[in-house]
């Protein structure tokens, strides 16, 4: 659907031209600005923040035909502005005094940034929280010891003090915490079970994406093994486990050696010709689809005030569940 995407004046600004197929204007800005939360994309198109064909476009609904040209403006927001706090409904796993697990849904943007300035996993946290956040994350990032991508679902753990940051910051340097991903990928990996290496850092092809570097980067490890076959074969459900913590470690890592995962809209293209190969009830099950199928499952740490062991898990979003049952029956 998108043909290009080519920011102008830094990161304020972005020209996009449609593709093949008319579509929702905010489905189509989803898909072309994956950086920029849902709920901020509905607000700058109702804000006046959109131009299609010339023309100012205020309603998220408007179908954008094949070839028009969209023009969209982000409103910079001064780099040291504070969140404000938003209450919303927080899936909590586990809290006391010094930390919190949240089952984060996809969609979600943990902390503000460039294009997502509220309406994130940080300010429903302060909205919860009040003012017992950790500070050392800095004033964006209150609490935040690590991330979920905007589309990955799952386990996260937030500070409420600096101490208990510190100690969890330290876990994640050690590679002492359990981390578990579920993802559903097109094909069947093999070997059935190991690790992928290589160095990931900034792609010198398209810098808004990240890839497996020859030279530079930061060393990166994921463990995975398959544990079923779905859709004739066309898709795995693999469960990946992750030594290092780099940005978009499994999908890069997975893409490399060529089983991306089911739905990514980033590192996956458009699989179309596997696609054709799909079963009915899958094929079915991925036309409503548009996400990377991705879920951070199992969260594994050391207490770090207690000392205690905490270790939780989380069954997929029931849109996942669909996915892959959909991929059981075919």
Same mark, same amino acid.
């Given at each position: 659907?998108?043909?290009? *995407? ?12 449609? !593709? %093949? ?72 796993? =586990?809290? %006391? ?15 503000? #940034? +460039?294009?997502? =300035? ?79 290496? !290589?160095? *990931? ?15 530079? !980067? ?40 060529? =089983? ?24 079915? #099950? ?10 951070? =499952? ?23 569940? +669909?996915?892959? #049952?959909? !991929?059981?029956?075919?």
């Amino acid at each position: 659907m998108l043909k290009s *995407i080519m920011p102008n004046e830094g990161e304020s600004q972005y020209s996009l031209r449609a !593709g %093949d197929e008319r579509a929702r204007l905010d489905k189509f800005l989803a898909l072309a600005v994956p950086d920029i939360s849902r709920n901020r994309l509905k607000g700058l198109i109702e804000s006046g923040q959109v131009r299609v064909g010339g023309e100012t476009i205020a309603e998220p609904a408007y179908r954008v035909k094949p070839g028009e040209q969209v023009e969209l403006t982000v409103p910079k927001v001064s780099d040291d502005a504070a969140p404000k706090a938003q209450a919303m409904a927080l899936d909590i796993r =586990y809290e %006391d005094s010094d930390l919190i697990v949240i089952n984060k849904p996809a969609g979600l943007v943990v902390h503000p #940034a +460039a294009g997502n =300035y509220d309406n994130t996993l940080v300010n429903g946290l302060m909205a919860h929280c009040g003012t017992s956040l950790s500070g050392i994350g800095g004033v964006r990032r209150p609490g935040i010891v690590h991330r979920l991508d905007k589309d990955t679902s799952g386990l996260l753990v937030a500070a409420k003090n600096d101490a208990a940051h510190a100690g969890l910051a330290s876990q994640f340097e050690a590679h002492s915490l359990d981390r578990a991903y579920l993802a559903l990928v097109w094909g069947s990996p093999l070997p059935p079970r190991g690790t992928i290496e !290589g160095n *990931i850092g900034r792609s010198e092809r398209n810098r808004k994406k990240m890839a497996v570097l020859k030279r530079g !980067g930061r060393a990166a490890r994921t463990h995975y093994r398959v544990m079923e076959h779905l859709a004739n074969n066309s898709w795995s459900l693999i469960e990946c486990r992750l030594e290092t913590g780099r940005t978009h470690q499994i999908r890069v890592h997975l893409t490399a050696r060529g =089983y991306t995962v089911v739905g990514d809209q980033v590192y996956g293209g458009s699989r179309r010709n596997s696609a054709k190969t799909l079963p009915e009830k899958a094929t079915a #099950a991925l036309e409503n689809w548009n996400r990377q199928a991705l879920h951070a =499952y199992r969260l594994g740490f050391k207490h770090p005030i207690s000392g205690e062991r905490v270790e939780l898990e989380s069954d997929p979003p029931e849109d996942m569940q +669909a996915l892959i #049952a959909a !991929g059981r029956e075919s």
